[in-house]
């Protein structure tokens, strides 16, 4: 995302400057109009009018990842208990950040800091880094002067997630390396083995048995066509890419892996237990049901139910409660609706969240094993067949071959 550097004015009447991440100058504009300030400019950083330094290629294209960010995090609670001024911790985290893009982040937060602008506001700026949660937390620390507590269950909201995340990598890593295993032993064999023997068995005008004329076929249509095959499939990753960005894409790509068996209920149970840890922190953290519900409509990955917790949002807003809409929504079990139920009448919905949560980091991992112990199996046996195929293929004629030598 661009970055832009600006000159505005609070309202104390204060000139201030500095650097906002935005589409666009009308972007960066309103960004700043709905921060309470008043822009008088806004240029691009870098050109001959910039007020900031610019993030160098390498910045721009550095990712911040979720450990990163549960660094900093992690750091700036510790460095807020024993108080230290935040200009100050910022200044320590750009010095002391292994990641150029969140040490650039810093040092611009800092001289935002310094101008007067408050740390939610400068949060705001970068929201691929830091999301809606983070920012509405931040700013709900400020209003109650608890800021230490916030950065305390941010780090428990990053935590979560970062386990969460780990644990599916870690179990779906055998399954990825027997794919790629897979994939490249069939076009080794296909491209690289086979059409040796395959001269050698024609010269000898052996009659070929059906798995080496089938290799045969596939060999010779990958020599024809290859290079539109490769172009084909170039272009169609490159188009999926595109529209898997777009609003409409997310929500297609979401909806067919939320139906992909195994697949679509890890997904599933991820986001029910990353729902009910956000909204039981935010409502340790005193935010109203109703903001609680906006910040999590933004924080639930997946599209497909994303739309549908904003029906569910909405009949909150109109006072129907939180399970009613949560048990009308097909993306919410049973078991979350009645315990969240059972939170809203004995007034205890933050412990019934607690124990949704627990229950489902459970359930995810229960369900990766599972569909580790689905995938792997198949895939071997996968493996097991390419390489007995072409084995077949070589080994049949070769002793048709021996024969006829003898």
């Known amino acids: 995302m661009p970055v832009f550097s600006y000159q505005a004015i609070n309202e104390r009447g204060e000139n201030l400057s500095g650097t906002i991440e935005a589409e666009s100058v009308e972007g960066a504009s309103n960004l700043l109009s709905s921060q309470g300030l008043i822009p008088s400019k806004v240029r691009k950083a870098g050109d001959i009018f910039g007020l900031g330094t610019p993030l160098s290629l390498k910045e721009k294209t550095t990712r911040v990842k979720t450990s990163d960010l549960l660094l900093f995090t992690k750091q700036f609670r510790t460095m807020l208990k024993v108080g230290i001024p935040i200009v100050r911790i910022l200044q320590v985290l750009e010095k002391h950040s292994e990641n150029v893009r969140l040490k650039k982040i810093c040092a611009q937060m800092a001289r935002d800091i310094s101008s007067g602008i408050r740390l939610h506001e400068s949060f705001r700026k970068y929201p691929k880094v830091f999301d809606e949660l983070y920012c509405s937390m931040v700013q709900a620390g400020e209003t109650s002067d608890s800021l230490d507590q916030v950065f305390e269950r941010l780090v428990m909201i990053i935590e979560h997630e970062y386990k969460v995340r780990s644990d599916i990598k870690l179990a779906l890593q055998y399954p990825a390396f027997v794919s790629v295993a897979l994939i490249v032993s ?128 909405n009949k909150v807003e109109e006072g129907k409660g939180i399970a009613p809409p949560l048990s009308d929504s097909k993306h919410f079990t049973p078991l979350v609706t009645s315990m969240i139920a059972l939170g809203e009448e004995s007034g205890s919905l933050k412990d019934m969240l607690r124990e949704v949560t627990l229950h489902y980091d459970d359930e995810v991992t229960y369900s990766v094993k599972r569909l580790t112990e689905a995938i792997a199996p198949a895939l071997t046996i996968g493996l097991a067949i390419i390489i007995g195929f072409f084995a077949l293929s070589i080994f049949v004629p070769m002793a048709d071959l021996t024969r006829i030598l003898r």
């Open 186 to 313: 069939f076009f080794v064999l296909l491209t690289n083995v086979i059409p040796k023997y395959l001269v050698i068995f024609k010269s000898h005008n052996l009659e070929l048995p059906l798995a080496t004329r089938i290799s045969d076929m596939l060999y010779q249509f990958l020599m024809q066509h290859g290079d539109v095959l490769i172009i084909t499939l170039l272009l169609s990753i490159l188009g999926l890419m595109f529209y898997f960005k777009s609003q409409q894409g997310q929500y297609v790509r979401d909806s067919i892996l939320l139906k992909i068996p195994f697949i679509g209920d890890v997904l599933k149970k991820a986001n029910i237990s990353r729902f009910a840890n956000i909204f039981e922190i935010l409502q340790s953290s005193g935010v109203h049901v109703i903001e609680s519900m906006n910040i999590l409509s933004g924080t639930i990955g997946n599209k497909a139910i994303t739309k549908d917790f904003d029906n569910v949002r």
